[in-house]
């Protein structure tokens, strides 16, 4: 199966710092999302991006299929902002994947006030 | 709305013992699916169902059923629960099957197997 692998695993900032956290994934996808998982264990969505760039407020992120990877970006960091982030992926036949989501190992984050 | 909803939030079992976690969603959504959680992993799916009546296994099915008679509800049944099947549990449902359809996760189930 798919293999996807997140960096840095722990990563430990100050309020204010900027941040990059990488996925790459072993194969082609039509699915790849980034979640946040907060300290009390909620899953959020935070963006559907199997190619190409998209920003929410601080947050940004960009997947280059081509060379199979996805980039995180966190602006001016809160401490709302730590928890668990995590890639996920999937492919499918037919533009469909059934949600069949794969995993990443899922990045730590910690900002500090 | 209330979302996905899992219940309970907590349990306890001994090695055996069978019991079934609770999901639901009232948002009319057609897929659903459960992952477990284990400490420094991600999620894994276990059983997934692109509508009712139809259910499929994910990456670790060995020692659980689904069944879906409803749209709403997509129970999970440990037969005979072991301690490996310690883990946090989440329910997860979307729109419908396709790639663009964003997922919402319950607020999970944590079970201790003893």
């Known amino acids: 199966g798919i293999q996807v692998e997140q960096s840095p695993p722990d990563l430990i900032l100050q309020e204010g710092a900027n941040s990059t956290l990488r996925c790459n994934f072993s194969?082609?996808?039509?699915?790849l999302q980034w979640f946040h998982q907060n300290p009390w264990g909620q899953l959020i969505n935070l963006f559907y991006?199997?190619?190409g760039t998209k920003q929410n407020g601080r947050l940004s992120a960009t997947t280059v299929a081509t060379e199979r990877y996805s980039l995180l970006y966190i602006s001016s960091s809160q401490t709302t902002d730590s928890g668990v982030y995590f890639c996920?992926?999937?492919?499918?036949?037919?533009?469909?994947?059934?949600?069949?989501?794969?995993f990443g190992q899922g990045t730590i984050l910690t900002v500090h006030p | 709305n209330a979302g996905v909803t899992q219940t309970p939030k907590f349990q306890v079992l001994k090695t055996g013992q069978s019991m079934t976690l609770q999901c639901a969603q009232d948002?009319?959504?057609?897929?659903m699916s459960w992952y477990r959680q284990d400490p420094g992993m991600g999620l894994r799916l276990i059983h997934y169902?692109?509508?009712?009546?139809?259910?499929d296994q994910g990456e670790v099915p060995n020692g659980y059923n689904v069944s879906r008679s409803t749209t709403e509800d997509f129970p999970l049944r440990l037969l005979s629960a072991a301690p490996s099947q310690t883990s946090v549990y989440f329910c997860?449902?979307?729109?419908?099957?396709?790639?663009?359809?964003?997922?919402?996760f319950g607020p999970g189930t944590r079970l201790t197997v003893l």
């Open positions: 997860a449902s979307s729109l419908g099957p396709h790639s663009t359809d964003t997922q919402y």
């Open positions: 194969d082609s996808v039509n699915n």
């Open positions: 991006i199997p190619s």
């Open positions: 996920a992926v999937s492919v499918g036949s037919g533009g469909t994947s059934y949600g069949k989501l794969t």
């Open positions: 948002m009319n959504h057609e897929y």
């Open positions: 169902s692109v509508g009712a009546g139809i259910t």
